[in-house]
């Protein structure tokens, strides 16, 4: 069964860090794309960043260019997400996903992915 888990979220002062981690499990994620979103109420869900597991390719938003760093640990089959100087607009749950994916990208678009995680809140407030 294929499954993806969250954590790390949590409440962060205006310019801190905070490291989110997505646990597979079910699959091993070496030939999917694994991409982070994020959606506040009443908005529809943005994507935030992802990575072609098989290929290293990634692909960031405009918003948070610069400010994160994605990277897939192969022994834990986790993809790790370190978000960087975090402001009050980056408060979200956040999620991951997961599709298997033969092209050499990686698609920044929910209806793209097919397994989702049950998210984790990000508060970013003094």
């Known amino acids: 069964q294929v499954q993806l888990v969250e954590s790390g979220g949590g409440l962060v002062q205006p310019g801190g860090s905070l490291r989110l981690s997505c646990a597979a499990s079910?699959?091993?994620?070496?030939?999917?794309?694994i991409g982070w979103f994020r959606q506040v109420p009443g908005r529809e869900r943005e994507g935030v960043t992802c990575?072609?597991?098989?290929?290293?390719?990634?692909r960031f938003s405009d918003s948070v260019m610069g400010r994160l760093i994605i990277s897939r640990e192969n022994v834990k089959n986790t993809v790790d997400l370190l978000m960087n100087r975090l402001q009050p607009e980056d408060t979200a749950v956040y999620y991951c996903?997961?599709?298997?994916?033969?092209?050499?990208?990686?698609?920044?678009?929910?209806?793209?992915?097919?397994?989702w995680g049950q998210g984790t809140q990000v508060t970013v407030s003094s």
């Open positions: 990575i072609n597991s098989r290929t290293g390719f990634q």
């Open positions: 079910g699959f091993a994620l070496d030939g999917y794309s």
């Open positions: 996903a997961a599709v298997k994916y033969a092209e050499f990208g990686c698609p920044l678009v929910a209806d793209e992915y097919n397994s």
